[in-house]
């Protein structure tokens, strides 16, 4: 088992940065490759980005390509979101959860959801 808890988020200008934080309880944390997502309202859950288990490798939605960087450290079973260069259009909440089954992009093969936290990005 493993909970989740998201932090970090908060108002931000176009063009300024955030770190968000997801902090995992549980043993298994590192043996699981972990995933950010976001849902802004009106939409569906979409994948922003994904981290193998050892952070070896990592891989982006094309919209935050060169912008958000993945990382997590298994020490203090913490995984973060760098979000730089942010954009009107990154506004939403953001989710992290383990990646369960094969798809490393579906939401549907993720789990363990945190309670997400809201970024708001002012143009």
């Known amino acids: 088992q493993v909970q989740l808890v998201e932090s970090g988020g908060g108002l931000v200008q176009a063009g300024g940065s955030l770190r968000l934080s997801c902090a995992a309880s549980?043993?298994?944390?590192?043996?699981?490759?972990m995933g950010w997502f976001r849902q802004a309202p009106g939409l569906e859950r979409e994948f922003v980005a994904r981290i193998s288990w050892s952070g070896g490798y990592t891989e982006y939605a094309d919209s935050v390509k060169g912008r958000f960087t993945i990382s997590r450290d298994n020490v203090k079973n913490t995984v973060y979101l760098q979000m730089n260069s942010l954009k009107a259009e990154d506004t939403a909440a953001y989710y992290c959860?383990?990646?369960?089954?094969?798809?490393?992009?579906?939401?549907?093969?993720?789990?363990?959801w945190g309670q997400g936290t809201q970024v708001t990005v002012s143009s």
């Open positions: 959860a383990v990646n369960l089954r094969g798809s490393r992009r579906s939401k549907d093969d993720y789990g363990y």
């Open positions: 549980g043993r298994t944390f590192s043996s699981y490759a």
